[in-house]
């Protein structure tokens, strides 16, 4: 049974610390073992950050490896002190150990920007990645071995990351270091307001693999866990699923611009393997499933479609999808939203309107005259021609005449 409430450990505080506080959860998942299941193994914290000493000494102590883990404020040290249980050497596929890392801040406001693994000078065998994980992320776990742990299942509100342990890491080696690198930022202020509009809305569609239609399935949050931040989504596979092909759309309120959509490679977490993404311009519209009234959806700004082919859901559960997108900043929307600000741009609207109309009013009239101009001088210079015609009529009839 998954239980909400953290252990918490005293610390002596007569040390400098850090002015954040981390928590580290421990997951196992085998095809086997768990039966692909993410299974909980063991918990530690809050533990204030120390300067000169380690948060977690040998960590899980329900396993037969453990890690001596040092949290500092830039990066994370994994150094592998025990391996004497271990069920292989060499991790089979269908195999990863997580580590979650759980930040709070005691001061300052901030959440975790971004992560990665150090690669220059690595001293491991491991095959390793890093995920950022926003503030609120719920993590869904099982107790398989019967642990019997209190486990946070929603991790701080400034968010965490996730470190995997995959397919092919060799543990015979002891003292394997495993270096982390992350990077805070101050958290987004969001105004709160009981009328303000969610800014993004996801829709789940099935297709029918006999005739090709596409419905709406209300039931994925059951399936996924999904976390939408300001550059990327992230999706987890929570649970066993025979589907065709499977359609996520995304249909963002804001109005900036999205650029630069592409599924981030993940060696580890194969769940990308099985999806595309395709960016949804304004305009697009999507069949609400309704057989009565047929009502579509439409996107009055940019969203993002995630297609899933059909795979064996097994093979990836508990394995996770990361889309990243850009929004330039700075720049002038295409859509203005109603109220004040639609009103100040019908003005200006019409007043451009009205001035370009002057203006071809002006340039027609100029044109006009222009033309007038042309047939007066036409007409003076038709005249003189006919009295010099005239003129020498005249002197030659009067040559004549002599």
Same mark, same amino acid.
């Given at each position: 049974?998954?239980?909400?409430?953290?252990?918490?450990?005293?610390? =002596?505080?007569?040390?400098?610390?850090?002015?954040?506080?981390?928590?580290?959860?421990?997951?196992?998942?085998? %095809?086997?073992?768990?039966?692909?299941?993410?299974?909980?193994?063991?918990?530690?914290?809050?533990?204030?950050?120390?300067?000169?000493? &380690?948060?977690?000494?040998?960590?899980?102590?329900?396993?037969?490896?453990?890690?001596?883990?040092? %949290?500092?404020?830039?990066?994370?040290?994994?150094?592998?002190?025990?391996?004497?249980?271990?069920?292989?050497?060499?991790?089979?596929?269908?195999?990863?150990?997580?580590?979650?890392?759980?930040?709070?801040?005691?001061?300052?406001?901030?959440?975790?920007?971004? =992560?990665?693994?150090?690669?220059?000078?690595?001293?491991?065998?491991?095959?390793?990645?890093?995920?950022?994980?926003?503030?609120?992320?719920?993590? !869904?776990?099982?107790?398989?071995?019967?642990?019997?742990?209190?486990?946070?299942? %929603?991790?701080?509100?400034?968010?965490?990351?996730?470190?995997?342990?995959?397919?092919?890491?060799?543990?015979?080696?002891?003292?394997?270091? &495993?270096?982390?690198?992350?990077?805070?930022?101050?958290?987004?202020?969001?105004?709160?307001?009981?009328?303000?509009?969610?800014?993004?809305?996801?829709?789940?569609?099935?297709?029918?693999?006999?005739?090709?239609?596409?419905?709406?399935?209300?039931?994925? *949050?059951?399936?996924?866990?999904?976390? %939408?931040?300001?550059?990327?989504?992230?999706?987890?596979?929570?649970?066993?699923?025979?589907?065709?092909?499977?359609?996520?759309?995304?249909?963002?309120?804001?109005?900036?611009?999205?650029?630069?959509?592409?599924?981030?490679?993940?060696?580890?977490? *194969?769940?990308?393997?099985?999806?595309?993404?395709?960016?949804?311009?304004?305009?697009?519209?999507?069949?609400?499933?309704?057989?009565?009234?047929?009502?579509? &959806?439409?996107?009055?700004?940019?969203?993002?479609?995630?297609?899933?082919?059909?795979?064996?859901?097994?093979?990836?559960?508990?394995?996770?999808?990361?889309?990243?997108?850009?929004?330039?900043?700075?720049?002038?929307?295409?859509?203005?939203?109603?109220?004040?600000?639609?009103?100040?741009?019908?003005?200006?609207?019409?007043?451009?309107?009205?001035?370009?109309?002057?203006?071809?009013?002006?340039?027609?009239?100029?044109?006009?005259?222009? !033309?007038?101009?042309?047939?007066?001088?036409?007409?003076?210079?038709?005249?003189?021609?006919?009295?010099?015609?005239?003129?020498?009529?005249?002197?030659?009839?009067? *040559?004549?005449?002599?």
């Amino acid at each position: 049974m998954i239980k909400s409430v953290a252990t918490a450990f005293l610390f =002596a505080p007569a040390l400098v610390v850090s002015a954040r506080e981390v928590t580290v959860i421990n997951t196992f998942q085998d %095809v086997d073992l768990t039966n692909s299941m993410e299974a909980i193994l063991d918990t530690k914290g809050p533990s204030s950050m120390y300067e000169d000493s &380690l948060e977690f000494v040998g960590f899980p102590s329900t396993t037969g490896n453990a890690y001596d883990i040092d %949290v500092l404020e830039d990066r994370i040290i994994m150094t592998l002190k025990d391996n004497n249980a271990v069920y292989d050497w060499t991790f089979p596929e269908g195999r990863f150990d997580r580590y979650y890392f759980s930040f709070a801040s005691t001061s300052n406001d901030e959440e975790v920007e971004a =992560a990665w693994i150090e690669e220059e000078g690595e001293d491991h065998d491991l095959v390793a990645s890093v995920q950022t994980l926003l503030p609120g992320y719920v993590l !869904e776990t099982h107790d398989t071995f019967e642990m019997d742990l209190e486990v946070p299942t %929603v991790l701080q509100q400034k968010g965490g990351l996730v470190v995997t342990i995959g397919p092919g890491s060799h543990l015979d080696e002891l003292e394997q270091e &495993l270096v982390i690198h992350y990077r805070m930022m101050p958290a987004s202020q969001e105004t709160e307001s009981e009328e303000e509009e969610e800014e993004v809305t996801v829709y789940n569609t099935m297709q029918d693999s006999e005739d090709g239609s596409e419905h709406m399935d209300s039931t994925f *949050a059951e399936r996924y866990s999904i976390s %939408v931040g300001s550059d990327e989504i992230v999706m987890k596979l929570l649970q066993r699923h025979d589907s065709g092909v499977e359609r996520f759309y995304f249909k963002f309120t804001v109005q900036e611009e999205i650029r630069d959509v592409e599924l981030v490679n993940d060696e580890i977490n *194969a769940l990308n393997k099985h999806a595309q993404v395709i960016l949804l311009e304004p305009g697009f519209s999507l069949n609400s499933g309704d057989e009565e009234d047929d009502e579509m &959806l439409v996107f009055d700004n940019w969203g993002i479609m995630v297609e899933f082919s059909p795979f064996q859901a097994e093979q990836v559960i508990g394995q996770t999808l990361q889309v990243k997108f850009t929004v330039p900043e700075d720049e002038e929307y295409e859509v203005v939203e109603a109220g004040e600000d639609a009103e100040d741009s019908n003005e200006e609207e019409e007043a451009t309107q009205e001035a370009d109309e002057q203006e071809e009013a002006q340039e027609s009239q100029d044109d006009e005259e222009e !033309e007038t101009e042309d047939v007066h001088a036409a007409a003076e210079e038709e005249a003189q021609e006919q009295v010099q015609e005239q003129q020498i009529s005249e002197e030659e009839h009067v *040559a004549r005449r002599q």
